[in-house]
């Protein structure tokens, strides 16, 4: 039975999160999971879904790797063939599904059946709340998705291997953003250094995330880049893609949020925002920050994430969404409060 959180022996629920030592015996007495991550996976999500997924199966579990999203094709990494693509109608079955990288809600087009799993594990690094599980283990201070799935494996004394070894330095190298955000600690360079003893080709794995866009991408951003909007002497950086810019330059909106990346790098820049219109009046809304808490602008319009790394999806028109929620940042980045938001 799924609740969201411990029954303590009165029965009263108790709202606290799970150790790392309960999710690591969680994965031991279960024997037939399946592994899901969130909507868009990016190499963090899709290196804890293969780690996991290939130390599980080292150890003789069942196993299964879904997700609602189709696979980015940039990236060639070991297993990422095995992650069974279902746009619609998943069901778990009696399996154990494991979410990584985000909360249940975040799993896209496979929610519904991913929340009505009959047993469910979280595990993720974004701050939240507990959210639904029998197990979940939320550790904002971790870089990555894949530092936690590192040391869960290391518990279960999985054998590291290429495979797991790439996966794992992989997700680790695209939520530090190639070492350079400031989650980078000296743990996770120790953690990088270990993983680089397996045959693992670093340069490969840092170009096809960062450095391997396609042609129709490239000019997409050169017509986003030349529309940046800014505001408050350029502290403030933002562009908008439509649904029809997309189909113009060939580019599926939904492999597009590293956009982002590419408005934050303004020397203002203190927030960076970009509005995609992923489907017909369905904008992500991608939020970047030096030092502003954009977690929690994201959460107030509905979305969520990191103190300096977050987004949110929001339903309606591109131009009235993006003028909102500009609107709210610049008072945000003014008074340090946020304006109330209806949408
Ligand atoms: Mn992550």
């Not at 999710?23 to 868009?40: A, M, N, P, T």
């Not at 619609?88 to 985000?102: K, L, M, N, R, Y």
């Amino acid at each position: 039975m799924l609740c969201s959180g411990r029954c303590n022996r009165q029965g009263v629920m108790m709202v606290v999160m799970n150790s790392l030592q309960e999710v690591v015996q969680y994965l031991k007495d279960e024997d037939d999971f399946i592994i899901v991550g969130h909507e868009s996976p990016d190499p963090d999500c899709l290196g804890a879904m293969l780690g996991l997924y290939f130390g599980l199966t080292q150890l003789g579990k069942e196993c299964r790797v879904v997700s609602g999203d189709p696979v980015p094709q940039d990236l060639s990494w070991p297993g990422l063939e095995l992650i069974e693509h279902i746009p619609a109608g998943f069901t778990a079955g009696d399996s154990c599904v494991i979410v990584v990288d985000c909360e249940p809600e975040r799993t896209g087009s496979i929610k519904e059946g991913v929340k009505s799993a009959k047993r469910l594990v979280n595990i993720d690094h974004h701050q939240r709340g507990r959210g639904i599980g029998d197990i979940v283990y939320v550790e904002p201070s971790e870089a990555a998705a894949c530092t936690i799935i590192y040391r869960i494996l290391h518990e279960l004394e999985v054998s590291f291997d290429q495979k797991i070894a790439t996966a794992i330095y992989g997700g680790i190298v695209g939520d530090t953003g190639g070492f350079r955000h400031a989650n980078t600690t000296s743990e996770v360079l120790f953690m990088a250094g270990e993983l680089l003893n397996f045959g693992i080709d670093p340069a490969a794995i840092a170009r096809e995330i960062f450095s391997s866009q396609p042609l129709g991408f490239l000019r997409l951003l050169g017509a986003a880049l030349s529309r940046l909007q800014t505001a408050q002497d350029g502290k403030l950086v933002w562009m908008t893609v439509s649904f029809d810019q997309f189909s113009e330059f060939g580019v599926d909106p939904k492999n597009s949020d590293h956009l982002v990346s590419f408005a934050r790098m303004l020397d203002t820049a203190e927030i960076a925002m970009v509005f995609r219109e992923v489907s017909p009046g369905e904008i992500r809304i991608g939020l970047r920050a030096n030092h502003a808490d954009v977690g929690s602008l994201a959460r107030h319009i509905g979305g969520g994430g990191h103190k300096l790394a977050s987004g949110a999806t929001v339903l309606g028109d591109l131009h009235t969404v993006s003028s909102k929620v500009v609107q709210i940042a610049e008072h945000f980045l003014v008074t340090g409060e946020l304006h109330e938001w209806h949408n």
